[in-house]
């Protein structure tokens, strides 16, 4: 049975670095019919999709987010990772790890979440 | 890349059916049948209830169906159920190896 498990600081100051790790067990990252993706949900809110990573290391991020995400994979240790930079309270949210289906873009496995505070 | 627009809320009781709407763009919804469901109960992580627009994975009720028409899809959940309290989100791939979600939508079974 597949398990993904999110891990990381649960408090970021404004403007530094928010770093999550994703850690995969039953199930290999470096299998091609699966994106490996983050999802964040502010308190209250929606689901809102940060971007994926394939086996190849290509990467793939929202528009919106672009400019402050990097996603990398280190398959040594079956684990992806976040990294968003230049974090303000609006960063504030659980965060989640999840697989994506190649064929037909879905999210079939789901971590349990992590919730990052971004506050001074 | 625009938010998918689903109603805040919706209700029924039990027994009847509901439906949830998912609006999208021609780059979106209406270009790909790659539209899934998603049940979150409180505090937990979504789980997926339909992919592919109106394909079921193994293990979930057939009560909840999907369906879509033009920029549209739609979630109906029949013969509901205390347990279906919970919130639901729709997703379609935006092109470029994107995702895209809706704001979500609470059901509230009275």
Known sequence: ?120 | QSALTQPASVSGSPGQSVTISCSGTTSTIGTFDLVSWYQQSPGKAPQLIIYEVNKRPSGVSSRFSGSKSGNTASLTISGLQPDDEADYHCCSYAGRTTLVFGGGTKLTVL
């Open chain 1, 1 to 120: 049975q597949l398990h993904l498990q999110e891990s990381g600081p649960g408090l970021v100051k404004p403007s530094e670095t928010l770093t999550l790790t994703c850690t995969v067990s039953g199930g290999s990252i470096s299998n091609s019919d699966y994106y490996w993706d983050w999802i964040r949900q502010p308190p209250g809110k929606g689901l809102e999709w940060i971007g994926s990573i394939y086996e190849s290391g290509s990467t793939y991020y929202n528009p919106s987010l672009k400019s402050r995400v990097t996603i990398f994979a280190d398959r040594s240790k079956n684990q992806f990772s976040l990294k968003l930079n230049s974090v303000s309270a609006t960063d504030t949210a659980v965060y989640y790890c999840a697989r994506e289906q190649t064929v037909g873009s879905w999210l079939g496995y789901w971590g349990q979440g992590a919730l990052v505070t971004v506050s001074s």
